[in-house]
């Protein structure tokens, strides 16, 4: 295809209007899994059978998610799918088997951002009566194209002379970076052949394709909370352990960690505070932060020092700190010899007017926890980039895909995992 | 009286159950004009009569006003005094003029804070029916007892054969420090040669009266907004001009100012926070603080020391900072002259057991302002303090007064305003 | 006498051209030795006989205190004195005993400052040749007035029908608050009913007797030295463990040791260095510093926190740091009872035209050892000073004392042991 | 040749023997000028003609530039050529014009560093008896072996048919970043086509030449002087404006200045101090530190926060601060076409063994200045490495050259300069 067909911008249009973040992806889930069953799978595993359920990071309390799972129920999601997600256990995973050959691997990302949708007249979405009905919700980094890029992939697949075993991984909780690490330790990558992994944009225009994208930042968040004594400030200030100067001294000191000859390193504190009113001296304080790197290694660099920053600076002031990680993902690289397919077929796709080796991301994504697993297990993995002319920037609230732009996408990836199960590269 | 009457007793229940925070005190004003109507008084000033309306700290924005203004006309307020403290122009003067004699002033402040009040059964106004009808606010200080003790005194000297003209100020917004300065700079403190201002508990117990309380330690609570620019904090961290960072360095060196040879100081960085995400550099951040000191003189200079730490912590992350005084208070001293007089007369008042010549309150209060202006005009202050025991400390929810120690203040407070016109110490 | 006799002032003027800071006293103390043999004493405790020898601070190295003993033997001290107070045991105690009456104790400090002498022709030492003959170094503080009234009161002592023991403390090392715990603990002060101490000046004119010295700040004097790793700071910023990180850490949060509603605190970072090169991430550095409060609570208060401090800055940047303490002196209080008789003997003292009751140090002083362990054993101490017109501030290079005024010193001293021994209040 | 001669080794033992630091090459460079008038040249700029004389940074100061002029002469320097390079003018320019041809420069650097070299009899400068006799100094990164390779490099083009012109740079104050921007500057460099400079080592072994280097971080040295005022930290602590809590505010925000995703950024702190004594609020602080970046602007990104940061910290705590740069180069490319021939030659001299195209440096060098003066008159620049098994590394005591090494270099330079003349690439 080349334009999009209607069902999949219909299929597309509805996750755009269901926003959902991290493990509230219910009624994404239940539409996705509504799909697949009319299809002709081998398996299909949902929500906790199709995830690691030890050492979730991230998830919301129990309100929370009770909350986005009523307002699923609420939108039509299929009650008795939304049951086996129940406790925020999103995401799934279809297979098919066709014969002898490799097992092949797709990884697309279904969840969305807390960001509020522009109202502009202007802005597709509003434009066409598709605009986000979560407020303060919004698909703003195309995962609602993404899940509609694995279904279409894997219906050409199906409708393909393909031999061999299709996986496709619809992953949950990609903003956060709280999903990949539960789906990798599924054990559903282990015998992943070779693996897929798909990006909208990033700033390429409709018609490229990059065909290998690297440069991911390991990444990990953490949430260090400290825990002083409070103490009239006035009266008697000596009795406080100030839980506002540990934090402040955390601060100035993370971001102080020494640069690494080996590659770029990150740092930030990006959401603090700490107190309760003027007069009484802290009792409590938080930094929400992250640090990252250009491998795992300086990654762990870089978490190492802040870990023990955040912890001497709470001795510091007399202060307890809990430090819990609340997403993470390691760096990656896209194999040479399946982004070369990929440029091949790219190459003589309908739609496609430039083709890019390889670029970087210079973010973090947690695919790379997936393509990690499978590269560890032997195989090979690559992030395919495919352009489109978005308005607005990534997690801006004018954010939007060409939806014909999904049918390149769905046209490319289908096609080099035809290519692939071919050639085993 | 030794005591309270009845009367008395419902209108400080009537008070407790409607506790009202800073300029948000609709209902009581209206309460306590409504009481002072039936008084025979020479004049009654309410609301922006009562104050000066200009630099009023600490105001809140008006969707809240309106709100509290809302819930005082449910409650019953008379909606014609409501009328004219509209914008949040809180408190009132009663002034009678007795024939020859000076002008003596009555202090008493009628705001509450905001504290959930404990819904313990031995907790006497649950006990006895009149807790908080404000969920999240309370009178943990007893100004439902003061604003008694005003109308209680008022009645006694009215009741005498006092020569002179006495003058009773209900001040709006005291536990802020944001209204003393208003109601002295009003003009009617100008004529003023005695004045008392009066607190209960301190940890002084039933039966105690101290004549002269001392040890203010002046005050300036400020809020210090930050503001630099986003970034993404992976992608572009240089673009970022980061307001978190400014602060934690201004909170370093805030607690850090140098301490003084002449008295203690003292510096708080109470509530603060900043941010938006893990990963964005964050744009904004803020500080609620203090700054206090033994004389005023010693929190002027931590004042100074603070807003231009504050300055430079901006300047030094390229930031911008936006310093406010919300609330303020200078130190004073009670008048020997006047603290004897009361020491006479609670050394023949029924219910007192102890007189103790004077204590320190170690706190911050902003009588102060109006004891000033009177010394400042020639005059003689003083602050008594009128012995309860209170089960909780002050600004807790088990906080309580025995009310027939309101009696007992206003038999010692009335009999000193006799005292002092007829012998103008 | 009301003059001072020549003999004294020669010998104050011998030591004043003969200063010698702590532990290197080797001239001062065989000076003052040479004149003590020459007095009918009961007993002579020279160097570690008048000292706890067990811990002693800021001891210099040993060349150091070789090059000083080398200095005084070749100004011409007695050699087997000087072998005496090898290792840098400098002072000396004397005592005498007359019949039957209580043991009362007079100390007096004798070490000098690292300050160079003014040269300026008006400077009294450099008008009348009596100048500092070790360059750099010079008698800064009176302790050569302090050492003359030692010996002045002695002798007027051994000049009267007093009747008890006397026992002179000519204690070494005060200016580093480093002697006054040896002698302290060297078992001499056990017996010790009445202690007096003195001091000149202090801004007090000539003519002027504070009669009991109060509020001497308890301190105590620490070095910390961190040490981390170097590394390239342009090729390996990594591989260093930043000893200047560490300890700009440690300086920001030691100001900012909350203030105690107890009493005045002090706190400072008096010399900082560290690092090697512009380019070389700095491996050690140290902070030499101070910690003191109006009571030894209140220093042992800062030390507990400073330690934390520094302990966990170093941690913070992966250091090790080493805190040694320095210096150390208690607080203390005047006897009343002792600071009455003190005022009664200056009432008719020749030379005495004020005399004040009590006054503050507001600084520190290891005499407070002494008096320490006096009170403690149940004796009762006094610390006096003696006013004199000191043309510069004290530890300025143009401090001096007006001569005569040692005698009025020796005078009241003398009086008050001798009317101590006759009364034993 | 292929051994090195023995003149240009006894040359490069003399200059071993006396190490010269920064603008103090009064030896070095009279021995260079004596050799060079013995050749045929053109032209020969010394000292002061050889610079720019605006701006100079880092100049010692008089006594310090008058007793290594005085060590030079006493070392038998040519009297008259030391009075030339009065002031510390050190460096010179040989220039040689035959016949029509490009002009071509070389620049060498010839300062050595404050390192204490070795006396291991292993060490080749102590078993062959020419170690440094500049006790604390040492030419520990081969320099000698530079200017060396210069004059040697010189007599091969004069031996030769070369038709053009060639200036060999003789740079003094390499270590310090301080010399090759007056070299730069001095007008000298508007004319040439082409440049060459050279080092030995950076951990190329013997036989290896890297025929373009780049990765040069362009840095700036700086020295920030804070000033306040002292105060007694115990008697009056706010009278102080303590340039040490300056200092270290300063210190805390330098290190996080935030990364910058254009490239790699340095910053260090890597000598600091402050204060005068334990009991003194300090009133001077300083800090020596450097700031790079892979690029020019990096650094210049890098040094204007660090300019804000030490401006405000000097504010936020009421001091003043002068910030004065001490050494500054930029970052540089060799231009490929350059490096093509150094590969051409290099690959068939005898001695060389491994021929490497490019390889970063990591570091700084003012080499960069002149490379980019010349690129910027639109000629091209190459900074070539020639390997010697160095057995310290460099900076440190035991760093030596492979004499031999010296010939190969001079070999690949001068067939390098002749090649470009014929070819003007």
Same mark, same amino acid.
């Given at each position: 295809m080349h334009t999009l067909d209607d069902a999949y911008r219909e299929f597309r249009r509805d996750l755009h209007r269901h926003p959902e973040p991290t493990w509230r992806e219910f009624y994404t889930t239940a539409r996705i899994v509504e799909e697949l069953r009319e299809r002709d799978l081998t398996d299909l595993y949902v929500g906790p059978d199709a995830?690691?359920?030890?050492?979730?990071?991230?998830v919301p309390d129990e309100a929370e998610i009770a909350a986005w799972e009523e307002r699923a129920r609420e939108a039509g999601a299929d009650p008795g799918i939304v049951d086996r997600l129940s406790g925020g256990y999103t995401g799934c995973i279809a297979v098919v088997e066709r014969g002898d050959g490799p097992v092949i691997g797709l990884r697309v990302d279904i969840d969305a951002l807390p960001i509020r949708e522009s109202?502009?007249?202007?802005?597709v979405p509003v434009a066409e009566g598709f605009r986000s009905e979560r407020e303060g919700y919004m698909h703003a980094c195309g995962h609602d194209a993404h899940a509609t890029m694995g279904l279409g992939a894997l219906d050409a697949v199906l409708d393909s002379d393909f031999a061999g075993t299709l996986k496709v991984f619809f992953q949950p909780g990609e903003e956060q970076v709280a999903g990949g690490k539960q789906m990798a330790e599924s054990g559903h990558l282990d015998d992943v052949d070779y693996l897929f992994a798909v990006h909208v944009g990033l700033d390429h225009p409709s018609?490229?394709?990059?065909?290998g994208i690297d440069g991911f930042l390991a990444v990990r968040h953490f949430l260090a909370e400290f825990e002083g004594a409070p103490a009239?400030?006035?009266?008697? %200030?000596?009795?406080g352990r100030n839980a506002v100067q540990a934090m402040a001294a955390a601060i100035q000191n993370l971001y102080a960690i020494p640069r690494h000859a080996d590659g770029p390193t990150r740092v930030n504190a990006g959401l603090v505070g700490g107190g309760t009113a003027t007069n009484i001296v802290p009792e409590e304080s938080f930094i929400e932060g992250e640090v990252r790197g250009a491998t795992t290694e300086l990654a762990e660099y870089m978490s190492e020092h802040a870990d023990r920053i955040l912890e001497s600076a709470a001795e510091m002031h007399d202060c307890e700190v809990d430090v819990a990680t609340k997403g993470e993902a390691p760096s990656a690289t896209s194999d040479a010899a399946l982004s070369a397919i990929v440029g091949e077929i790219a190459g003589s796709?309908?739609?496609?007017t430039n083709v890019v080796e390889s670029a970087d991301l210079g973010g973090s994504e947690d695919a790379t926890f997936l393509m990690q697993t499978v590269q560890d297990g032997g195989g090979l993995a690559c992030y395919v980039g495919v352009g489109t002319d978005h %308005?607005?920037?990534?997690?801006?609230?004018?954010f939007d895909v060409v939806e014909d732009d999904i049918a390149v996408g769905v046209d490319v990836l289908a096609g080099a995992i035809h290519r692939v199960a071919e050639t085993r590269p």
């Open positions: 995830l690691s359920t030890e050492d979730r990071m991230n109202e502009d007249a202007d802005h018609g490229e394709i990059v065909c009239h400030a006035g009266a008697r %200030p000596e009795e796709t309908d739609g496609v %308005p607005g920037g990534h997690h801006t609230n004018t």
